[in-house]
């Protein structure tokens, strides 16, 4: 595309001046028109540089495309460690459950806010920036113009649950063992579901398809290299800060939506009122207040409302704060994994998950999104996917606390689940 060999041409001119021999650290920031702006997916798509990370706010204001890794970080606090000394800087990725991260400064940002478009090239070198220029100028000529995407044209050739229906009711009910003895309040118990596909899946293409119906989510993919990804279209804010003000939310308690706008406020009516999701959405508030004490004031809960997405709807809490440090390894800290993604307590609903859970969660239930002095934003990672060329992981848990029943649980993960493989498997209605 004509714009994009435009913007090329005007980073080249630029590199052309003469950067010191020594450490340092530069970006070259430019506009870019409206067309390319509004193909962001489809111009990461066609880039050949790893890692790519793909990223749309849940409101749609702000849509982001990234690549090429500068600086990487396995923790929150190296990527913190480097805001600090850089303060210009924005880093990218995913936190894992677990809590290793792969956050990286990136190259090269393409950020649209609202349909105003800005492309950074980000030079950095703690030996010579002149080198790092080099570099950059040699990355640029990999760089290709955006392409449309093309369709999914894979079928799936099979599907295998891990643990099966019967054994993740039988963890279900040691889970309400264990609540009955009072050694545990809540367990956010998931499942993995692998999918063999007919040929090897294009991540950007699911995105596409996903972003295109998966209405009020955010939506994030993290390529890795050209066959593997983990991308999502979760619902569920971990929290966004603006200097020091904090927003974040108990999304917790599920219903199925309805096709039909009557039918599904029906359902929307009843999840506002049913004990056991009120209890399990509560939970999570509890957690995060108490986890947010000594690190934010002010703290305020707002009433309960209903999310409607796709195939569920869910209860949602928004909490809002003010921190007294605006530091983002601070708050991943406090606040991953919520008690909508682990359980309560939280230590004891963790060891339950890495006993009885006979996979790994991977990046599924950590976090994803950027972080900044000015600014941050994760999204939990669920109504995710993991992508290894042809064999796919679908990953979707519940919380489960006193009155949960075990078939109804079932369904709520499938259709948590549906989200995604009706996408890859559009005869599968659920
Ligand atoms: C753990 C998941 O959802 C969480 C978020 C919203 C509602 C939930 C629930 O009602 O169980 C879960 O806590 C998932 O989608 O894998
Ligand atoms: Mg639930």
Redesign the pocket.
């Known amino acids: 595309m004509e714009q994009f060999s435009g913007l090329l041409r005007q980073l080249r001119q630029q590199l052309e001046q003469v950067f010191p021999t020594e450490a340092g650290w530069r970006q070259i920031i430019l506009p870019v028109p409206e067309r390319l702006a509004t193909m962001l997916l489809e111009w990461l798509a066609a880039q050949a540089v790893f890692p790519q990370f793909y990223w749309r706010q849940r409101e749609g204001q702000q849509e982001a495309a990234v690549c090429g890794a500068l600086r990487q970080f396995t923790h929150p606090a190296q990527a913190q460690a480097f805001l600090y000394a850089y303060p210009a800087a924005r880093l990218w990725g995913l936190n894992a459950f677990d809590n290793r991260a792969l956050l990286f400064l990136p190259r090269m940002e393409i950020l649209n806010y609202s349909g105003k478009g800005e492309l950074t090239l980000n030079l950095f070198s703690e030996h010579s920036l002149d080198e790092d220029v080099v570099a950059a100028s040699r990355w640029l000529d990999e760089l290709v113009a955006a392409k449309p995407l093309a369709e999914m044209q894979t079928t799936v050739a099979s599907v295998l649950h891990q643990p099966e229906r019967s054994e993740w009711e039988n963890q279900l009910r040691d889970v309400l063992q264990a609540i009955e003895k009072r050694q545990l309040e809540k367990v ?1 118990l ?1 499942r993995r579901t692998l999918l063999t596909l007919s040929s090897p899946l294009f991540a950007p293409a699911l995105m596409a398809a996903s972003r295109k119906v998966n209405h009020r989510c955010y939506h994030f993919m993290m390529r890795f290299n050209a066959h593997s990804a983990f991308l999502g279209s979760s ?2 804010r971990l929290y966004r800060r603006e200097g020091r003000h904090l927003l974040t939310e108990a ?4 219903v199925a939506n309805h096709t039909d706008g009557q039918q599904a406020r029906a359902l929307a009516q009843w999840l506002l009122h049913d004990v056991k ?1 009120q209890q ?1 959405n509560l939970l ?1 508030v509890d957690d995060i207040c108490q986890r947010l004490q000594g690190g934010a004031n002010a703290v305020d809960v707002l009433p309960p409302e209903v999310v409607r997405l796709r195939k569920v709807q ?1 209860l949602r809490r928004r909490i809002e704060g003010q921190l007294n440090h605006g530091d983002d390894a601070d708050c991943l800290q406090r606040l991953q994994p919520t008690a ?2 682990a359980g309560l307590p939280r230590q004891a609903a963790r060891d339950f998950i890495q006993q009885h859970e006979p996979f790994s969660r991977g990046w ?2 950590g976090s994803a999104g950027y972080l900044a002095v000015a600014q941050s934003e994760f999204c ?1 990672a ?2 995710s996917t993991q992508i290894d060329g042809a064999q796919v992981q679908l ?5 489960i606390v006193a009155g949960s029943d075990p078939a109804e649980e079932w369904q ?2 499938e259709n ?1 689940a549906a989200g995604l493989r009706t996408l890859l498997q559009p005869e599968n209605k659920l």
């Open positions: 956010v998931a619902p569920e999304l917790a308690g599920t999701n399990e999570v869910h909508a993604v599924y239930a939990v669920l109504r990953y979707a848990g519940a919380g709520e993960i948590k």
